[in-house]
């Protein structure tokens, strides 16, 4: 009965044994000397083919159990085991058994609900990878931190936005945790998966934080004194009590566009016979996407995320449907970027470019797939998304597994098979996964009273907020946006004076009122062409 799985062992053994690539096979080898066909002395032949003495454990029933009930089961003992056999099974599968949870195996970052500190030198506000990693460095600096974070323990979008599969959105170098035990000690590999990612920002919180983290604390208020420090108030959500804070600085990492989760339906949802979900926060996990076709709603970073996850997974057609295209890129054009020269301008070299970006349109083109409108623009991605990275996205177009549809759901088709889209016409689907964002964070400025943000993210003094700017479009009513409207300068004149004249041009600009338009003569537009930096 076992000569095959003897055969197996060997040639593995053969194969494998001399090159140090051992796999290890636990072996849990049980017998009784009351069974007809096996000798006990065969069973424990098998230690010989374990990877190492502690991976090999022997059990001999009769050591344990009634001899008659085993001499009554001979070699059937299986069928009916008894309690010692099923007890040894156990605690062997406990001692192997692979953790799928990914918090039992993080570092343990010490008490998060300790004690609200009255006086304090600095507070972050967010345990997210950017609030670790200032506070790692104010902590680094000398000063008493303590980071507060209204959920129940530390991560950010990684722990509570992402799916157990997600991985980092571009290439390794532009998002990656170098410093989690020394620079350069651990090198991830490329497009972070979750774990790791969670892995070394706890890490780092264990070693440089252990016990500043308060959890469930939600600051809910801020005010300024007349000495430039700060008083907070953090409500305890588990306790409902409000607790008064004063530091010296205060900085929050609170991501600006990720807020509470844009929920959206359909008419005639009870008529699909389908699954209907979100694609963030583990809802996709259950998912069979074997053999079936899936309707991905949206074209951002989990768009496409979710694209991969259902062609690695065996789904039969993928479709990403948005209300405009989202921009993706093959993972050598976001790696070569790295790889590129810089000018003293931090540059690239515009030949160069050409040459990268007529070798990515060409991508679209061979994987029949068409290219975001938003090129057509003069934008190289749409505002407020991100560049998405994903061979798959080429790959499954090439093979008629993917497409990349610019288009709204109006229903669910009545025989369930499917969507109704604006235009009329119609989408087959099994899934529907619906990655279709989240509603702008709005509450630090109502919290700290602030409208306005500064260079180098500063509310005020002392008081951070670490938002990423807009700088590509104006289209938030940004500088650029009213200067070019109030016809003073054109975009493009716009982009070479702030380069070359740097902040005494947008000195002189404060002395017009912005909110009105204007129409300046020639030789106003002559005179606010030609400062002089100096």
Same mark, same amino acid.
């Given at each position: 009965?076992?000569?095959?799985?003897? +055969?197996?062992?060997?040639?593995? $053994?053969?194969?494998?044994?001399?090159?140090? $690539?051992?796999?290890?096979?636990?072996?849990?080898?049980?017998?009784?000397?009351?069974?007809?066909?096996?000798?006990?002395?065969?069973?424990?032949?098998?230690?010989?083919?374990?990877?190492?003495?502690?991976?090999?454990?022997?059990?001999?029933?009769?050591?344990?159990?009634?001899?008659?009930?085993?001499?009554?089961? /001979?070699?059937?003992?299986?069928?009916? &085991?008894?309690?010692?056999?099923?007890?040894?099974?156990?605690?062997?599968?406990?001692?192997?058994?692979?953790?799928?949870?990914?918090?039992?195996?993080?570092?343990?970052?010490? &008490?998060?609900?300790?004690?609200?500190?009255?006086?304090?030198? +600095?507070?972050?506000?967010?345990? %997210?990878?950017?609030? #670790?990693?200032?506070?790692?460095?104010?902590?680094?600096?000398?000063?008493?931190?303590? !980071?507060?974070?209204?959920?129940?323990?530390?991560?950010? #979008?990684?722990?509570?936005?992402?799916?157990?599969?997600? $991985?980092?959105?571009?290439?390794?170098?532009?998002?990656?945790?170098?410093?989690?035990?020394?620079? /350069?000690?651990?090198?991830?590999?490329?497009?972070?998966?979750?774990?790791?990612?969670?892995?070394?920002?706890?890490?780092?919180?264990?070693?440089?934080?252990? %016990?500043?983290?308060?959890?469930?604390?939600?600051? !809910?208020?801020?005010?300024?004194?007349?000495?430039?420090?700060?008083?907070?108030?953090?409500? +305890?959500?588990?306790?409902?009590?409000?607790?008064?804070?004063?530091?010296?600085?205060?900085?929050?990492?609170?991501?600006?566009?990720?807020?509470?989760?844009?929920?959206?339906?359909? &008419?005639?949802?009870?008529?699909?016979?389908?699954?209907?979900?979100?694609?963030?926060?583990?809802?996709?996990?259950?998912?069979?996407?074997?053999?079936?076709?899936?309707?991905?709603?949206g074209a951002g970073a989990f768009a496409f995320e979710n694209l991969r996850t259902a062609i690695e997974r065996g789904a039969k057609q993928v479709t990403i449907l948005g209300r405009r295209s989202g921009t993706t890129c093959p993972k050598w054009i976001d790696m070569i970027a790295f790889l590129r020269p810089l000018d003293k301008y931090f540059n690239t070299n515009k030949s160069g470019n050409i040459i990268s970006f007529d070798a990515w349109r060409q991508c679209y083109k061979d994987a029949c797939l068409d290219t975001p409108e938003c090129w057509e623009e003069g934008l190289l991605k749409p505002h407020n998304h991100t560049v998405s990275v994903s061979d798959l996205a080429f790959l499954g177009g090439y093979y008629g597994l993917v497409d990349l549809r610019v288009g709204e759901i109006a229903s669910f088709r009545p025989d369930g098979q499917g969507v109704l889209l604006k235009d009329g016409s119609g989408l087959d689907c099994d899934i529907v996964i619906k990655a279709t964002g989240f509603h702008l964070n709005d509450e630090v400025p109502a919290v700290t009273g602030y409208s306005k943000i500064h260079s180098f993210n500063l509310l005020d003094f002392n008081l951070n907020y670490g938002a990423e700017p807009l700088l590509d479009g104006g289209q938030h009513g940004s500088q650029k946006r009213q200067i070019v409207a109030c016809g003073i300068v054109d975009a493009i004149e716009y982009e070479e004076i702030c380069v070359k004249q740097g902040s005494v041009f947008k000195k002189v600009l404060v002395t017009y009122d912005d909110s009105k338009p204007m129409n300046l003569d020639v030789a106003k537009r002559q005179e606010v062409k030609q400062l002089d930096s100096t």
């Open positions: 009965a076992i000569l095959g799985d003897l +055969c197996t062992l060997q040639s593995y $053994r053969f194969r494998h044994g001399d090159q140090n $690539r051992e796999t290890l096979v636990p072996v849990l080898a049980i017998c009784h000397d009351e069974d007809p066909l096996v000798r006990p002395e065969a069973v424990e032949a098998w230690r010989e083919y374990s990877s190492s003495p502690s991976s090999f454990e022997f059990c001999a029933l009769e050591d344990f159990e009634d001899a008659e009930l085993l001499a009554e089961q /001979g070699h059937g003992f299986c069928r009916n &085991p008894v309690q010692t056999l099923l007890d040894k099974v156990a605690e062997v599968f406990r001692k192997y058994q692979v953790s799928k949870d990914v918090e039992e195996i993080l570092p343990d970052i010490g &008490p998060v609900d300790g004690p609200i500190p009255e006086e304090i030198d +600095c507070v972050v506000v967010g345990a %997210g990878i950017a609030g #670790i990693t200032q506070a790692k460095a104010l902590a680094e600096s000398g000063k008493s931190v303590v !980071v507060f974070d209204r959920y129940r323990t530390v991560g950010g #979008i990684w722990m509570y936005y992402a799916n157990n599969f997600s $991985r980092v959105n571009s290439s390794e170098p532009a998002y990656r945790i170098v410093n989690q035990k020394g620079l /350069g000690s651990r090198p991830n590999e490329d497009h972070t998966p979750r774990h790791d990612i969670l892995r070394d920002t706890f890490t780092i919180a264990s070693t440089h934080l252990y %016990g500043k983290f308060r959890c469930n604390a939600d600051v !809910v208020k801020i005010s300024k004194r007349e000495d430039r420090t700060y008083d907070l108030s953090v409500r +305890c959500l588990t306790t409902s009590r409000v607790y008064n804070v004063h530091a010296k600085v205060v900085s929050f990492n609170v991501n600006r566009r990720i807020g509470k989760r844009r929920s959206i339906t359909w &008419p005639g949802a009870e008529h699909f016979r389908g699954e209907e979900v979100y694609g963030y926060a583990n809802e996709v996990l259950d998912l069979k996407f074997w053999g079936k076709k899936v309707l991905v709603v």
